[in-house]
């Protein structure tokens, strides 16, 4: 009898391989528990009806033709950063400064905007802001890989140190360019002339929709097809067998946060020269963290960002809009999100283990 | 599988019960919305041709940023005063998010879209442009009378004024505090807590400083900026490093409640901005000036209604009711209401301005003529003669609506310019 009560009541098992049915299963009932939690603590702290909280949050994201186009705008941003992140992240290189190559690639786009608006023909401005704005995210993404491979120097620090200098760079441009003097805002540049602004295709929304359906497309390849996709992986399951089949890790390390830190400047390109038209310290808005989440979320795999992506940016229109339409605070909004959240991630858990209870347990107590 | 199943069936059945509430807590709000509808209706009779109007706001924060909340209330206030429907938008960031807030405003039936935030301006501008039957307002902005855009307007007040009331009121606290043997003639240094080195700031700590100096007039002051126009912990710091400075009296021109606080807790007298802060701060509150908006909103609700035009630039007064000062709080000295009235009632006049080129000297002599940067340019250049009749011309309606008084007085030191 001793021994029985000594036995804990569950225990937690790794599962040893789940099929893709039963993790999707688990993931719906994650998002209908977050959904079912969100409503209670809507209903109790607010009184208003759940039901159309959850029909505003889809207003919010695709209520009208605008919403929809801008929703579908940050999911093809926020999904490039993502992307971008990916390679380094399968080769187990903690690459969180894409907020700074971000940066370092929009701040690239601005200084051809201010500096070459009057001297140059505006094809050449734009072709210059996309080389420059890709090598700058690339050189800010290769330097701590550089020192990684040289030095083995611990890459999270590194690359989210470098985030911090990128946002004083840009800071610091911000007071040499501000208009009017002393205001600390460069506002919208070119704003007459539209120098170096990226052409509309079709409409202002469709250019970086298009661009993240390529990069999707060739990152997909990339990993999936090329010898470099290969040596990512052997590299990130372990650096030992890489060198012992003769890879040079360094070389992939170097070459990956190249590749790495270039999409994150091609997403600065499209932040400042196709949609915002200005820099400021926040224009990434934390999405060089947020893809993090994005990529882990869909294992790596692009065609999977595309949803998780969509979920995250679906979920933060939806919150925003919430407060508008009920007059809540915004901090509602992201209460709901993070409980949101909470769950998706909560829920890898239960993919991965699985809390077995003990056979016995009823009828020993009765 | 089973699990699932208990599991998901369990889910079901809560769902099912959580919906049940939520049907019977519908039909609850629904009888509200009913008698809500029935308020409004006969509101809206009464009302007249301004009951159509819709008016879409857009604000930087939301109503816990002081700045935000004197909008808000203002809103509020013009839009029931008139009966005609609003919809807000907060925390809206001064980017491409802005643009996309007032075309889904503009997209929403609104007649007049507005923004609250000095960085929205070239947002709103793309957004006018583009909805040109819709009106765009925009407060604080410098661009409206460069643009010729017949949709796009600015607008602010004489806030200066303002400041200058509420600088009498610090200066008869400096000179209490003399009689008092508190501190001595040559101590009365003012410390000011600066978002950046904005005219609009500049502006403000000037006329602050002369009102003050006006009353006191062994008067000097500190001016220290944050590099931002919210940031609590900046703002705190920024008071506290001119509080050990010595400086015996405090006023900003941030958001946050950094600097009351911070002056709360040394004990040091503050005047405010943008609202009475007596509440938190009851020992050191001396006054606040601060821009009320409803008439501002009013006059745009009523020209859009009776197909008015609304002025390009628009200047609220002291006598428009647009420029307020607070009630008196209890750190304020005796005699202060008197001798602000009498100051507001020669402002009226037309005898007293408050940038007299003859209160204040620029490196030692006398201002007789200045050129502003009142058309905003990249390279700041200095295109509009200020000076008239002996008096800087501050927010001439005639010139714009926003500040452009950018001038470093004598007697006032800046302790750091980085921003």
């Known amino acids: ?366 | 599988m089973k699990k699932i199943k208990k599991v998901l069936s369990a889910v079901l059945a809560a769902t099912m019960v959580m919906s049940l509430v939520a049907c019977s807590n519908e039909t609850g709000t629904e009888k509200e919305a009913e008698t809500a509808s029935e308020a409004t209706e006969t509101e809206g009779a009464e009302q007249t041709a301004a009951s159509d109007v819709k008016v879409g706001f857009i604000f930087l924060h939301d109503e816990n940023s002081t700045y935000d909340l004197n909008f808000i209330n203002g809103a509020t206030e013009a839009c029931k005063a008139a009966g005609v429907e609003y919809m807000f938008k907060t925390n809206i960031p001064e980017g491409q998010e802005c643009y996309e807030a007032a075309c889904e405003l503009a997209d929403a039936g609104c007649d007049i879209v507005f923004a609250d935030s000095f960085g929205h301006e070239d947002y709103m501008i793309e957004a006018a442009k583009e909805y040109p039957e819709v009106q765009f307002c925009h407060a604080t902005g410098t661009k409206a009378h460069t643009e010729n855009l017949s949709n796009y307007h600015n607008a602010f007040a004489t806030i200066y004024e303002g400041r200058y009331l509420a600088g009498i009121a610090a200066g008869m606290k400096l000179n209490e505090m003399i009689a008092n043997g508190e501190i001595t003639e040559d101590q009365t240094k003012i410390g000011y807590v600066g978002a950046y080195t904005y005219a609009e700031v500049i502006s403000g700590y000037t006329s602050f400083f002369l009102g003050a100096r006006s009353v006191c007039p062994s008067a000097t002051m500190e001016v220290t900026f944050t590099g931002s126009w919210y940031d609590e912990t900046a703002e705190k710091e920024g008071a506290n490093k001119l509080i050990e400075d010595g400086c015996v009296l405090l006023s900003q021109h941030a958001d946050s409640m950094g600097a009351p606080t911070a002056c709360e807790k040394a004990g040091v007298p503050d005047v405010s901005y943008n609202g009475s802060t007596a509440s938190a701060c009851p020992n050191t509150f001396i006054v606040s000036s601060r821009i009320d908006w409803a008439p501002y909103f009013a006059y745009i609700i009523d020209s859009v209604a009776n197909g008015k035009a609304i002025d390009t630039d628009w200047v609220g007064t002291l006598e428009t009711g647009s420029v307020v000062l607070t009630d008196l709080g209890d750190a304020a000295a005796e005699g202060t209401a008197d001798a602000i009235a009498e100051a507001e009632k020669a402002m009226n006049a037309g005898t007293l301005h408050v940038f007299d080129t003859t209160t204040f000297t620029v490196n030692g002599e006398t201002l007789t003529s200045y050129m502003a940067d009142v058309d905003t340019d990249a390279d700041y250049t200095a295109d509009t003669e200020v000076i008239t009749d002996g008096y800087f011309a501050e927010s001439g309606s005639e010139f714009r609506s926003a500040p452009y008084f950018d001038l470093q007085i004598d007697g006032i030191s800046l302790l750091d310019t980085a921003y």
Not at chain 1, 174 to 182: F, L, Q, R
């Open chain 1, 1 to 366: 009898m001793e021994q029985k009560v000594k036995e804990p009541r569950y225990h937690i098992v790794k599962r040893a391989d789940i099929s893709g049915k039963e993790a999707w299963i688990i993931r719906v009932v994650a998002i209908l528990s977050a959904l079912l939690l969100c409503a209670i603590i809507t209903m109790v702290c607010t009184g208003d009806n759940p039901i159309s909280i959850f029909a505003t949050i889809f207003k919010g994201a695709f209520g009208t033709q605008r919403k929809t186009w801008i929703t579908l705008q940050y999911v093809a941003v926020l999904l490039i950063i993502s992307l971008a992140l990916t390679p380094a992240f399968k080769m187990q290189f903690w690459n969180v400064g894409g907020e700074g190559q971000v940066l370092m690639g929009g701040l690239a786009a601005a200084t051809c905007m201010i500096t070459l608006a009057d001297k140059l023909p505006n094809a050449v401005v734009i072709l210059l802001m996309i080389v420059t704005s890709i090598l700058a995210g690339a050189i800010w993404g290769v330097i701590p890989a550089l020192f990684k491979a040289m030095w083995n120097t611990n890459e999270t620090l590194s690359t989210l140190m470098m985030n911090y200098i990128a946002t004083q760079l840009v800071a610091y441009f911000t007071i040499v360019w501000e208009v009017p003097k002393g205001s600390g805002k460069i506002g919208i540049i070119n704003q007459n002339s539209n120098v170096g602004w990226l052409p509309n295709v079709g409409n202002k929304y469709l250019l970086s929709i298009i661009v993240a359906t390529v990069v999707t497309i060739g990152m997909m390849i990339y990993l999936k097809y090329t010898k470099h996709g290969y040596e990512i992986e052997v590299v990130g399951e372990s650096q030992n067998t890489a060198r012992y089949v003769g890879i040079s890790v360094e070389k992939v390390i170097i070459r990956t946060m190249l590749l790495s830190g270039a999409i994150c400047g091609l997403a600065g390109l499209l932040l400042v020269g196709g949609i915002n038209h200005t820099i400021t310290t926040t224009i990434s808005d934390g999405q060089g963290f947020t893809g993090v989440m994005v990529s882990w979320l869909a294992k790596f795999n692009p065609i999977a960002m595309i949803f998780t992506s969509l979920l995250i940016i679906f979920m933060g229109r939806g919150a925003s809009e919430i407060s508008t339409a009920f007059e809540l605070n915004q901090s509602f909004a992201d209460i709901l999100t993070g409980i949101i959240l909470f769950f998706i991630i909560g829920c890898e858990f239960f993919i991965r283990y699985k809390i077995v209870v003990r056979k016995d347990l009823g009828k020993e107590n009765a």
